[in-house]
Each structure stands twice: as structure tokens, then as C-alpha cells.
């Protein structure tokens, strides 16, 4: 006899409510099990994306620690870079260098490169922050992995790479309406590298 858990929710209560029955039916248990690694993939965006703000906004990593309860900036640092685990590895130092390598060589190619790749950061987290972002369409998936390319990559690939996302997300491709702000965002970006060519 099947318990009480709702198969459509994705929250941790309705999971947890599996746990509470006295006598879990196993199709439910399995259900709530099959839910976990979706929510897992949804939190640890959130998280990047929380991190990332925070970094953005210019808070500290000691600060970010404190408010994730972790012993270290060190410790925020690696756990920042296991959440994106597939593209950068674990390198806390190896991080470091190419960040401080990306500002140089975006500083020295000028203000735009630097406000675009702002905005490039911006719009991943727009992404990140859409827990259904891949139900938009296949663009939607292809788009979100340029993205996170482009993050990293040097001006001209940068440039190159914007330019795909644009043209994914303006694309038939996207088979949802995208929030105005993601728009807007996308908008900007077009921009910024149209006045590039």
C-alpha cells in the first residue's frame, strides 16, 4: 500500500515524509531516492550562485566561511571549486593563479572584456539560480554549457562564446518564454559583442 509521499513534490519535507511512515511502501522509498540527485544538482547551483553573488558583491572568503560554517577561506575555496568539479578540478592554488591570470589579461585588454565577463557572470547565475533551466529546450542545455566555458575562456574565445549563448537563446531552440531579466540579460550581451566585430 503506497504511503503518503507526493511523487510531484520535490521538497526535502515530502522526501523526509517517506522516512516518518511507519511502514515505508518500497515504491516510495524509491520514488523520494530517484528525487535526490536532481535536488542535490539544484542546491549545489544555488549555492555556486549564492558564492559567486557574494563574491561579486566583494565579500571576503574568511566571510563566506563563517556564513556556510566552514573552519577556513581555504575551505570555502575548495568547496566553491567542487561545485564546479567537472570543469576546474579541485586546485584551490591552480584556481587562484587563473583567476588572478583572467583579471590581468582582461584588464589589459580593456573595460568592455572586463564588463563583459561580468556579465557573462551574471547570466550564469541567472541560469543557475532556474532549477528547470534544461525543460526550456535543447538550446536551454547547450547554452548553459557555453556559458560555463565562457566564464574561463581568454577575450577572443570569450567573445566567440558569448556569441553562441546569444544566438542559443534567441533561438527557436528555446521552447519556453525565459524571464525578462534573463532577457535583458541576453540582450546586453548581444550587445556588448556586436560592438566587437
Known amino acids: 500500500m503506497s504511503g503518503p509521499f507526493d511523487r510531484q513534490s520535490r521538497s526535502p519535507q515530502s522526501i523526509a515524509a517517506v522516512l516518518d511512515q511507519e ?9 523520494a531516492l530517484a528525487l535526490v540527485p536532481a535536488m542535490r544538482a539544484e ?19 574568511n566571510n563566506i566561511a563563517d556564513a556556510q560554517g566552514l573552519a577556513s577561506r581555504q575551505a570555502a575555496e575548495q568547496r566553491r571549486l567542487r561545485l564546479d568539479d567537472a570543469l576546474y578540478g579541485r586546485d584551490v592554488v591552480a584556481a587562484r593563479r587563473r583567476t588572478s ?23 550564469r547565475s541567472a541560469i543557475d539560480r532556474t532549477p528547470d533551466w534544461d ?3 535543447p538550446a536551454a542545455g547547450l547554452a548553459r554549457q557555453t556559458i560555463q566555458m565562457a566564464g574561463d575562456a581568454d577575450p577572443g574565445a570569450l567573445v566567440d562564446l558569448v556569441r553562441l549563448v546569444v544566438g542559443d537563446l ?14 535583458d540579460l541576453v540582450g546586453k550581451l548581444g550587445l556588448m559583442v556586436s560592438n566587437r566585430t
Not at 23 to 31: G, N, Q, T, Y
Not at 170 to 183: D, E, F, W, Y
Open 43 to 61: 542546491l549545489d547551483a544555488t549555492e555556486r550562485a549564492l558564492v559567486d553573488a557574494a563574491r561579486t558583491a566583494g565579500v571576503s572568503w
Open 23 to 31: 511502514s515505508p511502501d518500497v515504491a516510495d522509498i524509491l520514488a
Open 101 to 123: 591570470r583572467q583579471r590581468t589579461v582582461d584588464t589589459a585588454t580593456g573595460p568592455a572584456v572586463v564588463a563583459l565577463r561580468a556579465a557573462v557572470a551574471t547570466l
Open 170 to 183: 534567441t533561438s527557436p531552440g528555446i521552447t519556453r518564454p525565459l524571464k525578462r531579466s534573463t532577457l
Open 135 to 137: 525543460t526550456f529546450g
